[in-house]
């Protein structure tokens, strides 16, 4: 199993540009969840999704972003327009979903850097 | 909804000592909590988790406690090693919350030779 896959590993943009992250979660699991890491704020839950439908979005800070699962191996986190606050790196996670608390699996994180 | 309070942020020991994080949480529905190992520029991952249906489990070095009349739990590493050094992040979760995890603030453990 190759674990969730996130892409791109690090990313760099211009104040203003627009951003999308990836990510392709673990085969079989149904729930998939988009956290930002800073050493300010920690580990902070963005949004997150079960069986592709957006479930919890009240982590996501303003309309600047976005995030769609289009189908069951697949998800996006866009950003438009990045400001420099953005400077994170972006954890995607994905788990069983088997609807009783279960493990969460990590991929390797985007670091992304607004100039 | 659920905060997770996570103590100390530092934490320094020699090696061969033991060294004891803990969160306490306060959803009393809350019934999962998974602790996480972050390595400097790695994703955190899953080193032992607890369910609310038992007090304490552990494995090797590590051991997970739950005190759910307290709401707190607790991780113990005894024997610590070099690599051991990390920051280490509690969370909590329950059933039919959709297993959204909250992470307490993280503890970062430094293992002195």
């Known amino acids: 199993d190759a674990g969730v896959i996130q892409s791109p590993r690090h990313e760099v943009t211009e104040m203003g540009q627009e951003v999308t992250l990836r990510c392709k979660p673990i085969?079989?699991?149904?729930?998939l969840f988009w956290y930002r890491q800073t050493m300010m704020r920690g580990l902070e839950l963005l949004i997150y999704?079960?069986?592709?439908?957006?479930?919890?979005d009240s982590g996501m800070p303003e309309d600047r972003f976005s995030a769609k699962m289009p189908n069951a191996s697949f998800s996006t986190l866009k950003i438009q327009p990045s400001e420099p606050r953005d400077s994170a790196v972006y954890f995607c996670?994905?788990?069983?979903?088997?609807?009783?608390?279960?493990?969460?699996?990590f991929g390797p994180g985007t670091r992304l850097t607004v100039l | 909804g659920e905060n997770v309070e996570q103590h100390p942020s530092t934490l320094s020991v020699q090696e061969g000592d033991s060294a004891v994080i803990k969160c306490t949480y306060s959803d009393s529905a809350s019934n999962y909590f998974p602790w996480y190992k972050q390595e400097l520029g790695k994703r955190p991952q899953l080193i032992i988790d607890i369910r609310s249906n038992v007090g304490e489990k552990k494995d090797q070095r590590i051991a997970v406690t739950l005190n759910k009349t307290a709401k707190h739990f607790s991780l113990h590493i005894t024997e610590t090693q070099p690599e051991d050094s990390a920051v280490y992040f509690c969370?909590?979760?329950?059933?039919?919350?959709?297993?959204?995890?909250?992470f307490g603030t993280g503890t970062q453990l430094k293992v002195e030779l």
């Open positions: 969370a909590a979760s329950y059933t039919g919350g959709g297993n959204k995890l909250t």
């Open positions: 999704f079960n069986n592709n439908v957006p479930i919890d």
């Open positions: 996670a994905s788990s069983l979903g088997t609807g009783r608390a279960d493990t969460q699996y």
């Open positions: 085969s079989g699991h149904n729930s």
